[in-house]
């Protein structure tokens, strides 16, 4: 019984000493809207095999680009086309793709589907006991960003566009002398001004 009593305080010890650098009790996590493609590449080459005056709406249900089935994908009206293509009655019409010019000329029958997906992935860093006590936070953020349009005449695609961030590479650092008391003077000024 005494050698038990004996081995908590050195086995209490040993696992401050060894979480004192563990970045694995860090937390971790992900955000993003829900997609058919796991990476940008994917998504964009998805987007390389859309022909504008071949590719049909039943083309882009094949590509998994159908609002009705995968998720994130909105659906655009003949006036959302307008007010994105043409902002202002001082472009002339000569400076407006043809595609969207025949589109806008096709008034109800015209429409467009977007796309717009960004996964990240978040990463604490760093002295986990700093960061627990928020003296120190370090977060590395990574992933990708996509933006796609297809712009359509009745249920023929006449215009495309794609673009995006294929490599989102970030990273935040907040340092709080005070640790875990640096909210309270805040909070208590706030309950003062209320």
């Known amino acids: 019984m005494q ?56 083309d882009l249900a094949k590509l998994g680009i159908d609002p009705k089935v995968s998720p994130n994908i909105s659906v655009l009206t003949y006036s959302d086309v307008i007010r994105r293509f043409v902002p202002s009655s001082a472009i002339a019409a000569e400076n407006i793709d043809e595609g969207i010019r025949e589109c806008i000329a096709a008034r109800d029958q015209c429409g467009a589907y977007e796309v717009d997906i960004k996964a990240t992935k978040r990463q604490r860093s760093g002295n986990f006991w700093l960061d627990s006590f928020n003296f120190k936070r370090q977060t590395e953020i990574n992933g990708w960003r996509f933006n796609g349009l297809v712009v359509m005449k009745e249920d023929l695609v006449v215009y495309k566009l794609s673009g995006g961030q294929p490599k989102i590479q970030e990273a935040e650092s907040t340092r709080n002398p005070l640790g875990p008391l640096q909210g309270i003077g805040e909070g208590a000024l706030r309950d003062a001004v209320r």
């Not at 908590?8 to 004192?20: D, F, G, N, Q, R």
């Open 3 to 58: 050698d038990v009593r004996r081995l908590v305080p050195a086995s209490c010890c040993a696992a401050v000493l060894a979480l004192s650098g563990c970045k694995a009790l860090l937390p971790q996590g992900q955000s993003g809207a829900k997609s058919i493609w796991p990476s940008f590449e994917a998504a964009h080459s998805t987007w390389d095999q859309i022909v504008p005056y071949q590719t049909r709406k039943s």
